[in-house]
C-alpha cells in the first residue's frame, strides 16, 4: 500500500506564495507520472500539474506561469511551489502517483485558502 502525505497548506494573502509538499512512503523513481490536482469548494477535481518519470511537466491552463512543480527521487517528495497566489487558487490539493504495478495512489487532500 502506498501513502502519500501532503504538507505546506494553510492560509495565505492574496499575492503570496506557499509551497506544497507531498511525503511517498515508497521510492518514487517507479512512479511513471506524479501530479497535483485540487479541488474548489462546491467544483470538481482539476488538474494542477503533472510531472512525468521523463521529466516533461504539463500544467493546467489557470496555474501556468505561477505553479512549479519538481520531484526529488532521493527524498522521495513531490513539490508544488505556488507563487503569485489568487482566491480562486482556493481548494483541497490532493498528490496523485502513477505506477504501472502499485496502481494510482492519492493523498489525503490538504487546503490552501488565499484572502483577498
Known amino acids: 500500500q502506498v501513502q502519500l502525505v501532503e504538507s505546506g497548506g494553510g492560509l495565505v494573502q492574496f499575492g503570496g506564495s506557499l509551497r506544497l509538499s507531498c511525503t511517498v512512503s515508497v521510492n518514487i523513481f517507479t512512479f511513471y507520472v506524479m501530479g497535483w490536482y485540487r479541488q474548489p469548494p462546491g467544483k470538481q477535481r482539476e488538474l494542477v500539474a503533472i510531472?512525468?518519470?521523463?521529466?516533461?511537466?504539463k500544467y493546467g491552463d489557470s496555474v501556468k506561469g505561477r505553479f512549479t512543480i519538481s520531484r526529488d527521487n532521493a527524498k522521495n517528495t513531490l513539490y508544488l511551489q505556488m507563487d503569485n497566489l489568487k482566491p480562486e487558487d482556493t481548494a483541497v490539493y490532493y498528490c496523485?502517483?502513477?505506477?504501472?504495478?502499485?496502481?494510482?495512489?492519492w493523498g489525503q487532500g490538504i487546503q490552501v485558502t488565499v484572502s483577498s
Open positions: 510531472i512525468r518519470e521523463s521529466g516533461s511537466i
Open positions: 496523485n502517483a502513477n505506477d504501472v504495478a502499485l496502481g494510482i495512489s
